[in-house]
């Protein structure tokens, strides 16, 4: 007995250096992060390197191979590479979001198909938030139940022109007969009905910067590419 409790000792004393080596030798020293534009690299690499084997380079291969994250606000997925024993490449692949809207005290973002794909209290840089929408319940990885699906394709539209000409709006306000309002801080802009957007976008481009910070609304219901002003009415300090 006495001997067999010695062979087992010194097997358990070998995998145990044997287990040490491997984790010496599979520590990951130097991350790669790639895709991240709502986090920093250190936060997905907090997110992704945790516990007791965060650093372990063969864990990391294993754990997140392509792995889908529901713990994570706004991605989709992460993948992790593995360049050499000590350096790890992780790939992040954020959710597609058009906007959102607050529902129940959340915030719902949903893709460009008009699909909820993320419920959250936290707040998404350059995502606007959608109102207007006449909508009486909303179910996760489902289409938000609107009158006219047509609007996510506005929404869609409208924020890829703000990505065009660089400027971002906080809220997009559709009301009854699908006039379309944005925000920008404290500036309303009365967009109207889909026509002439492009332009529209583009005059506000040159606008925004030089009135960033005002109180006030810009009218262009009735623009059109002929139109040769477009008037800013500033709100006075000293009205309601």
């Known amino acids: 007995m006495r001997k067999r409790a010695v062979i087992l000792t010194a097997v358990l004393v070998i995998l145990l250096g044997a287990a040490a080596a491997v984790m010496l030798h599979w520590h990951v020293d130097r991350v790669i992060v790639q895709g991240s534009t709502r986090y920093t690299d250190e936060e997905i690499e907090r997110f992704v390197m945790k516990g007791p084997l965060g650093h372990n380079s063969l864990y990391l291969s294993l754990r997140y191979r392509d792995r889908e994250t529901d713990d994570i606000a706004f991605i989709d997925r992460i993948d992790t590479e593995i360049l050499d024993p000590h350096t790890a490449r992780i790939r992040v692949y ?14 719902l973002y949903f893709d460009r198909e008009g699909t909820v794909v993320e419920s959250t209290m936290e707040t998404a840089d350059g995502i606007p938030q959608v109102t207007g929408l006449d909508i009486d319940h909303i179910v996760l990885y489902e289409k938000l139940p609107v009158k006219d ?15 065009k000409y660089s400027v971002t709006a906080d809220k997009i306000f559709f009301d009854s007969s699908g006039n379309m309002t944005l925000y920008f801080g404290k500036i309303r802009v009365q967009m109207g009905q889909d026509v002439y957007t492009d332009e529209k976008m583009s005059n506000l481009s040159h606008i925004i910067p030089v009135i960033e910070g005002k109180e006030g609304s810009i009218d262009l219901t009735g623009y059109t590419p002929d139109s040769r002003y477009t008037t800013f009415t500033e709100k006075n300090a000293n009205t309601d």
């Open 94 to 107: 954020e959710k597609a979001l058009a906007g959102y809207i607050r529902y129940l005290g959340r915030n």
């Open 149 to 163: 699906p047509a609007v996510f394709r506005r929404i869609l539209d409208i924020s890829q022109l703000m990505t």
